[in-house]
Structures are given as C-alpha cells and as structure tokens.
C-alpha cells in the first residue's frame, strides 16, 4: 500500500516562513488578535510528529507533503492522510479526481479547529491502522461538477458561492436547465447564491438558512443569500433541491465564482454560464460515529 500524509502548515509557520512583518511584530508584542497562533502551531506540530510515528513502523511505503508542495492532481496513491482541519480536507479533495484513492481526515488540532469533514483527532489516532486496512470505513461522497464555459473546473467537497466581486453590490444572473439554458428565468437579483453537496450542507448553506442532509444524499442543494424582495416575488427561485443540471448565466460584469473556500476563484463576468451537476467523480471518504452524529444533531 502506498501512503501520502499531507499536512497543512501552521499560521504561526506561514507568518515566519513569509515574513509578514505585521503578524510577527503583534506576536512579539503579545497582541490578544494572535495569541491563539503559538497555541494552535504546538497543538498541530506535536500530533502531525504522533501521526507519522504511528506509520513509521509500517510495512507500507509512506511519504510526506505540506500542503503547499502538493501538485494539482494527486495520483499514484492508495490513502492520502490529510493532516489538519476542515480547509486541509477540502484542499486535498479537490486535487482527487478520481474515485479510488481514499481520504483519511485527521484533526491536527482539535483545540481549535473544528474538524467537521474529520473522522479522527487527538485521541483516536490509534485508529490509524484500522483505517489503513478497512476499506468499510470510507463512504463514497457526492461532488458537485462545475463547469465554466465549457471548462470543468476541479470537483467541489462542500459548497460553491456565486456572486459580484464587490460584497456590496447586487448579483444579478438568470438560471436555466442544462447547457441549453432552456426554460431561463428573468434576471434575479440577490447578494449572491449558495450550491452545496450533502456534505458541505452543514457548513454555509445551513448558515444561510438552507438544510443539512445526510450525507449519503445525491442531491445538490441551491440557496439564495439575501433575495431583492422588491422584485417580482413568482420570479424569485431562492431555495431548492436538484438532480438534473442546471445553469447560471451572468448578469454581472465584475461576478465572480469560488470553489470550496476563498482560495480557488473565477471571474464569472456577463454572458459567462456556469453549469452545474453532481456528476463530479465521488469522492472515498474517511467516517467515524463521532463524524455521523455530530451531522445528525444539525438534521431537522
């Protein structure tokens, strides 16, 4: 078996790997804005070093990446290990475009991540060869597949938000069926859109007042943040369930698309469409009770 732990870095190892003056002058000083770095930086070292210490007398061929080593299409490996939070998981995922390579999702510092996407943590580590070895314990998890002008970006785990560029001002855009646009609405008007997996629907979209859903639920899930209400109230689709693809088309000329978080963006300007599917390669997923229940409490 082949073997690939790949580990965040800390903010406190990225403050002085890069130099940035402003953190490391407030951390010299004290500063309340960063004292939680140096605690979470010793949390995580010490359980990445209790993670590979568990794999050092393994038989199977183990190596080790930081997050920002890691190439765009990770291959070649039976396990990957994520070594962090929540952002390390979805990080990771979109780099496994296929559906054989199994996640394993460890918690690295629980103290202060919480670890939603994670079925191990601190105090279950010696549970890492249980998961090596049991298939079982992995599920295969929907991913939402986007594609931009006819361009398949990297597969979503969680969510996918639409919107203007600018936080304050209106996102405009019409939604159609499939990459024909058939049956498009009227322009609508909002602070932007929500679509979700199951798995990402505890996260913003719940937040956003949609619905968490079980995890094995192949639905993709389409929440408006904010509707202008003074627009016609029959032209407004803000909240509801899809299987079949659908497409957005865009009204904005400065729009813009982000996948899984802040870090992976497009622009989305006027006449650009987005068409959506949960198509995307399913992703092998680690699960843990703890992982279940903590989804179940949030499931009306």
Known sequence: MKILIAAKKSSYELAHQYQNEDILLQLKDGAPAVAHLVPSHEEHSSNLEKIRSSLKTTTHSVDFLYRDALPNSISGYDVVLSAGGDGTVLDIASRLNDATTRLLSINSAPGFSVGFLCALSSDTYELIPKYLENENLFSHITRLNVKLDGVTLRPVLNDMLICHQNPAASSKYRLGRGADLLELTKVQKNSGIWISTAAGSTAAMLSAGGEAQALDDNRLQFKVREPYLAQDASSIDDHFFFEQDISVLSSMR???????????????????????????????????????????????
């Open 254 to 300: 400065r729009g813009k698309i982000f996948l899984d978080g802040p870090h992976t963006s497009f622009d989305f300007a006027i006449g650009s469409k987005v068409e959506l599917s949960n198509t995307a390669p399913a992703l092998r997923l680690s699960m843990s009770q703890a992982m279940l229940e903590k989804r179940a409490r949030l499931q009306r």
